[in-house]
T-cell receptor
Framework: EAQVTQNPRYLITVTGKKLTVTCSQNMNHEYMSWYRQDPGLGLRQIYYSMNVEVTDKGDVPEGYKVSRKEKRNFPLILESPSPNQTSLYFC???????????FGPGTRLTVL | GESVGLHLPTLSVQEGDNSIINCAYSNSASDYFIWYKQESGKGPQFIIDIRSNMDKRQGQRVTVLLNKTVKHLSLQIAATQPGDSAVYFCAEKSDSWGKLQFGAGTQVVVTP
């Protein structure tokens, strides 16, 4: 089944404790992206990747890192999480970025 | 499910009626636009897209209209059904690479 998977689905952590949210797709997509979703603000793009080893900032990259060492994986790293990073996070992928994006199920992160 | 739109504009539609959801975009240079649907507790799902060299595109029960003069995008849903109840987002590709910007969303509520 073609899908985007994220882990974990739910995470509660404390300020400053490094964490990684994994994202994997099995559709051989070149484009992958991370978004955060907050009430009333819609989806805001954090980082995106056009292909392996090619990443670029979205609208809200501060406090986040990403890597794209393999085509299928695009982990989101929070080196020192803060409470303002409490949010719902979505990973997405598409063939080129100019076509349908497939979204993962979301990761609800709470930073205390 | 997750609540992601506590104070969104809401469109109430009677079952069987047509729905029109509007979106104003910001960048006159944007060349690709997408509509997504998000049901409670799920990730966004692609509905339809349109490129800037078109002003109308039709899908199954949905039509997207693009007016570049006033930077306006609309989604029309024909014969709205209870399963159409969701939050609808428009998005624009705002640069020459892969950066996407989403609108805040519109909550559609279908009443019997």
């Amino acid at each position: 089944e073609a899908q985007v998977t994220q882990n974990p689905r739910y995470l509660i952590t404390v300020t400053g404790k490094k964490l990684t949210v994994t994202c994997s797709q099995n559709m051989n997509h070149e484009y992958m992206s991370w978004y955060r979703q907050d009430p009333g603000l819609g989806l805001r793009q954090i980082y995106y990747s056009m292909n392996v080893e090619v990443t670029d900032k979205g609208d809200v990259p501060e406090g986040y890192k990403v890597s794209r060492k393999e085509k299928r994986n695009f982990p989101l790293i929070l080196e020192s999480p803060s409470p303002n990073q409490t949010s719902l996070y979505f990973c997405a992928s598409s063939t080129t970025g100019l076509d349908e994006q497939f979204f993962g199920p979301g990761t609800r992160l709470t930073v205390l | 499910g997750e609540s992601v739109g506590l104070h969104l504009p809401t469109l109430s539609v009677q079952e069987g009626d047509n729905s029109i959801i509007n979106c104003a975009y910001s960048n006159s240079a944007s060349d690709y636009f997408i509509w997504y649907k998000q049901e409670s507790g799920k990730g966004p799902q692609f509905i339809i897209d349109i490129r800037s060299n078109m002003d109308k595109r039709q899908g199954q029960r949905v039509t997207v209209l693009l007016n570049k003069t006033v930077k306006h995008l609309s989604l029309q849903i024909a014969a709205t059904q209870p399963g159409d109840s969701a939050v609808y987002f428009c998005a624009e590709k705002s640069d020459s690479w892969g950066k996407l910007q989403f609108g805040a969303g519109t909550q559609v509520v279908v009443t019997p």
